[in-house]
């Protein structure tokens, strides 16, 4: 499927150096809808959906987003840490959505899988089903997600 300018736009806005350093794309050469509807058959083999994997996310950022210093266990099995930066980033959908600047790093103790993530990932997985393009620093695999959210 032939990308529109819309969609043109919002890429050159993942692109390194645009709003962040690395960009969103990595080496993946697909278009966002490829991008996307890849994950989104993943995602239904998992059983999960994009708006679970983001709430569970934003539960964690959110139980250990004021604990300034190290790690807070979450629900018994989980470690997390936050790290906020100062400044925000834009949404690149470019629709007015601007997020804090925070890393979460996530551990299930239960199987030992860590993940880390950015606010802005719990967005861009929320509402644009987006997890990056493939080496992309934030990245997120959808079965790499499931196996250590829950
Ligand atoms: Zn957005």
């Not at 278009?31 to 539960?59: H, P, V």
């Not at 987003?65 to 400044?87: H, Q, W």
């Not at 629709?95 to 925070?102: L, N």
């Not at 950015?118 to 861009?124: A, P, R, W």
């Amino acid at each position: 499927m032939k990308e529109t300018t819309k969609e043109q736009r919002t890429r050159a806005r993942m692109m390194p150096g645009a709003i962040t350093l690395s960009g969103f794309l990595g080496k993946d050469k697909r278009t966002l809808n490829a991008i996307i509807s890849a994950d989104e058959q993943e995602l239904e083999k998992l059983g999960k959906t994009a708006e679970e994997l983001a709430d569970r996310m934003f539960y964690f950022t959110d139980a250990s987003f004021s604990t300034y210093d190290g790690t807070i266990t979450v629900d018994e099995y989980y470690i997390v840490e936050t790290e906020v930066t100062r400044g925000k980033l834009p949404c690149p959908y470019a629709h007015g959505g601007i997020f804090r600047k925070a890393i979460t790093k996530l551990t299930n103790t239960k199987n030992n899988t860590s993940v880390t993530w950015s606010f802005l990932n719990i967005h861009l997985i929320k509402d644009h089903h987006f997890f990056e393009g493939k080496g992309s620093t934030f990245r997120l695999e959808p079965a790499k997600l499931v196996e250590t959210l829950y």
